[in-house]
């Protein structure tokens, strides 16, 4: 009928066919052009170094919006690279693991920041420590990092300007507190910047690699703490000598086949020496903290860690008075330690790090009721807690 359009037609149910049985597995995808396949990885390399240049330009603006500044470290937000880095853990699908991923966006704002002027990091030395380690995965590979004698000179380096940040270590997860780095802040102005956690193995290293021609293992005492139960059972008779880092212990392993050294695998390379044994380590999960010095607080950056050095009267409930306003509020302690407040004969300070940012609350009010019970009450630093 004029003016009517027809209904489509309902399909036929379709005709079922039977399949040929199999052996129950997959048909295998066809094998991939190997030609085409490296065509595909040269077109995105392409297209990645395109976007890391324009990243380096928006960089490169971020300088200019900011006007002249003295130095590099007038351009660090490491607030900033926190917030970056745990978006870039938050958009890990995989294939690759999440600490992959940090250590590439690392060095790409590492070397974004040093178009303005690269960042000069003191550490413990000599080259080849764990220090140096823990410098290039915080500040990533093109910030200048440079070695000194002791922990004390790094403190030093940072206070005077002539680096702008210090890497020191400040506790293991075998081993404890390393106190000559707390006692450093008692007389110290210098702030906590921000922390890094390395998972730390140790190797037995020398000359010849021979297990049997080792009369003296050196290393720094830690490590050789962290190494106890392996040196008892594989080399007992062996003289332990501590030293003042791995590093050096691996520069005088280098002079003769009857030394070892207690080391990682950077100290290996660095002074050409072979691995005898290792991972050496007692604990699998064997970790050390560092912590970032330098001479300013920074804001919060959503996921804070604050340490407080809290110096006391000597009154009976004093501690539990300096605690109380934290867990009332519910902020969360890791760590309390006390050490000799060096102004009087036993008198203490504790150092205490909580959850939060001093300048955000519950926090900042709980630091408000703390100066009520305490003598003195210092803020060592507020900081991102370690990504990765």
Known sequence: MAGKTPRARKAAPAKQTRR?????????????????????????????????????????????????????????????????????????????????????????MSACLAQQEPLKVGYLGPEGTFSQQAVFKHFGHSAKGFPLASIAE?????????????????????????????????????????????????????RGGHLEDIERVNSHGQSLAQCRGWLRQNLPHVELQAVSSNAEAARRAR???????????????????????????????????????????????????????????????????VLEPLARRGINMDRIESRPAHAGKWVYAFFIDVAGHVDESPLRDALGELGDCAAQVTVLGSYPVAVA
């Open 154 to 206: 790094v403190f030093d380096e940072v206070t005077e300007g002539r680096a702008d940040f210090g890497v020191v270590p400040v506790e293991n997860s075998g081993q404890g507190t390393i106190q000559s780095t707390l006692d450093l802040f008692l007389g110290s102005p210098l702030k906590i910047c921000g922390e890094v956690e390395l998972a730390v193995h140790q190797y037995l290293l020398s």
């Open 255 to 321: 002079k003769a086949d009857d030394v070892a050294a207690i080391a990682g695998l950077n100290a290996a390379h660095v002074y050409g020496l072979k691995v005898v044994a290792g991972p050496i380590e007692d604990r699998t999960d064997n970790t050390t903290r560092f912590l970032v010095i330098g001479r300013t607080l920074f804001p919060p950056s959503g996921n804070d860690r604050t340490s407080l050095l809290v110096f006391v009267r000597d009154q009976p409930g004093v501690l539990y008075r």
């Open 20 to 108: 040929a049985p199999t052996s129950g597995k997959r048909a295998a995808s066809p094998k991939p052009d190997l030609a085409q396949v490296r065509a595909e990885i040269d077109g995105i390399d392409h297209e990645i170094q395109a976007l890391i240049a324009r990243r380096a330009h928006w960089a490169h603006e971020v300088g200019r919006a900011k006007g002249k500044l003295a130095a590099a470290v007038d351009y660090y937000r490491p607030e900033r690279e926190a917030q970056v880095l745990r978006r870039v853990v938050d958009r890990n699908d995989g294939p690759l693991a999440d600490d992959v991923l940090v250590r590439l966006f690392r060095e790409i």
